[in-house]
């Protein structure tokens, strides 16, 4: 309904993705959703976060889930023969309740490295967030309030318009 599903792009729900962790190939973060290009390149990651009833914090989730994107599109575009991404700026929202929290999570070989050898990464890695305030009487307030909507709708319209631009460096065809 806001335009991200298009020709070769489709949404998948609670797709699995390989996450290279502190030495282990093994291990695998699950999205809540995320928009694949051709089955092979992950532009978009979607994940559910906290509620009232529920302290989880969805951002060391998402951050993860944006890495374990960068490993697995790099990892497919050597499989097809294509040279591998230094960076990848993955483009993510999370929604607590029913307020979106948008993130632009830039990945680097270096902070996918550190990820993987379980260390700190060497340089600082700054994730951009943006979320719809709205009237904020209540934090419990979202969605169901029309003058929330209306702001809240518009952040989507411009966040795809900049995911877009974002994986437009990365697609693979």
């Known amino acids: 309904m806001l335009g991200f599903e298009e020709r070769s792009l489709v949404l998948r729900s609670r797709y699995a993705v390989p996450l290279f962790i502190c030495g282990d190939p093994t291990r695998m973060v699950q999205t809540g959703v995320c928009l694949l290009h051709h089955a092979s390149t992950i532009l978009l990651v979607v994940q559910e976060g906290k509620t009232e009833l529920s302290a989880k914090d969805p951002e060391p989730r998402v951050i993860s889930e944006a890495i374990a994107a960068f490993q697995m599109n ?6 097809l023969g294509l040279e591998r ?3 990848m700026s993955i483009p993510c929202i999370t ?3 029913t307020r979106p929290i948008f993130y632009v999570v830039p990945v680097t070989q270096q902070l996918s490295t550190a990820v993987a050898r379980g260390e700190f990464p060497e340089h600082i890695t700054e994730v951009r ?3 719809v305030v709205g009237d904020r009487r209540r934090s419990s307030e ?20 900049l995911a877009k631009s974002l994986w437009s460096g990365f697609l693979v065809d």
């Open 74 to 79: 790099n990892s497919n575009r050597a499989r």
């Open 85 to 87: 991404k230094d960076s």
């Open 95 to 97: 929604m607590v309740g």
């Open 129 to 131: 967030k943006c979320e």
């Open 142 to 161: 979202g969605m169901e309030k029309p003058d929330y909507r209306l702001e809240a709708l518009k952040h989507y319209t411009l966040f795809r318009s």
